[in-house]
């Protein structure tokens, strides 16, 4: 009988990290998932604990599992945060990406890796394109990533998802209106919404493609390759308000703050994907309805 291939999967426990869990844990695969809490029960899972700034933990981690899979979903991605404690978004993101990539250079060396970092777009040769501190530790990232893939002949791969959404607990602007809805359906809250620019256009992706997507970088990803994963369209807060309220009851008042009425330019799908096979399967409409059917569920 053939033993299972093992798959390791960070940050297990946030919003796409238990998403990736019910993905891959249908598939045949030894799971071991790393997480600060775990919040949902799966047998087929193993759950365990490791903080990635420690270098010694993830290599003891790693000559444990000896993981022929990893997505690497852990970090720090509060902009907030970076610039309260610019340091820790360093260790989180950066150096824990490097203490992951050596540890497995060592004791995993033919690992498949992907490593999911962020949709922002910095020129690391141009100091006035980081605004924060995150984005310097992310761009870190994609560098570590690439040079461990090219100098050592490792499979490691970069994902930047657009903004992701769908059900499960977000700190995302649809999971925001959508909690907003529920909690006025309850009468628990006055029927208006904030926006500060209702003509403000983002590529929303659900995040049950997203990690589809990463599936596919597992396969058949090139190494060293930084891959755009999104939906290849572009949508205003006004048009999801829009949606939202034709599965409400509630006749819920839209308060602008800062009226604007440029928008952002419409991406397309990167052929790089496409070639792949990977395309995207939810419309905005069906994810917006898991998310409010979730919040409904949820906030019982």
């Given at each position: 009988m053939n033993k299972k291939e093992k798959l390791l999967i960070t940050g297990a426990s946030g919003f796409t990290g238990y998403h990736?869990?019910?993905h891959f844990s249908k598939l045949d695969f030894d799971i071991t998932a790393i997480a600060h809490k775990n919040d949902f029960y799966d047998e087929r899972i193993?759950?365990?604990k490791c903080d990635f700034s420690?270098?010694?933990?993830?290599?003891?981690?790693?000559?444990?599992?000896?993981?022929?899979?990893?997505?690497?979903?852990?970090?720090?991605?509060?902009?907030?945060?970076?610039?309260?404690?610019?340091?820790?978004?360093?260790?989180?993101?950066?150096?824990a990406t490097a203490y992951l990539?050596?540890?497995?250079?060592?004791?995993?060396?033919?690992?498949?890796?992907?490593?999911?970092?962020?949709?922002?777009?910095?020129?690391?040769?141009?100091?006035?394109?980081?605004?924060?501190?995150?984005?310097?530790?992310?761009?870190?990232?994609?560098?570590?990533?690439?040079?461990?893939?090219?100098?050592?002949?490792?499979?490691?791969?970069?994902?930047?998802?657009?903004?992701?959404?769908?059900?499960?607990f977000s700190k995302g602007v649809c999971s925001i209106f959508a909690q907003k809805i529920v909690q006025m359906e309850k009468k628990k809250e006055e029927k208006k919404i904030e926006v500060s620019n209702l003509n403000n256009r983002i590529d929303f992706l659900d995040v049950r493609d997203a990690v589809r997507a990463y599936d596919f970088l597992f396969l058949k990803g090139k190494s060293g390759k930084v891959y755009e994963v999104s939906s290849g369209k572009s949508h205003s807060l006004g048009q999801v308000l829009k949606i939202f309220r034709e599965m409400t009851a509630?006749?819920?008042?839209?308060?602008?703050?800062?009226?604007?009425?440029?928008?952002n330019h419409i991406n397309t799908i990167p052929l790089s994907l496409i070639e792949l096979g990977w395309e995207p399967t939810y419309s905005i409409e069906s994810t917006l309805k898991d998310v409010l059917h979730f919040y409904r569920k949820s906030m019982d």
């Open positions: 990736a869990c019910q193993n759950w365990r420690d270098k010694e933990a993830v290599k003891a981690l790693i000559k444990k599992i000896k993981p022929d899979y990893v997505l690497h979903l852990a970090g720090q991605n509060a902009v907030s945060c970076s610039w309260e404690d610019p340091i820790r978004s360093l260790e989180v993101n950066s150096m990539l050596e540890a497995l250079r060592l004791e995993s060396p033919t690992c498949k890796t992907v490593i999911v970092g962020s949709a922002l777009q910095f020129d690391p040769t141009s100091i006035s394109t980081f605004n924060h501190p995150y984005g310097l530790s992310k761009t870190m990232q994609f560098i570590i990533s690439q040079f461990w893939a090219n100098l050592y002949n490792m499979h490691i791969v970069v994902a930047k998802p657009s903004n992701l959404i769908g059900p499960g509630i006749n819920f008042h839209i308060e602008v703050l800062q009226e604007n009425h440029l928008s």
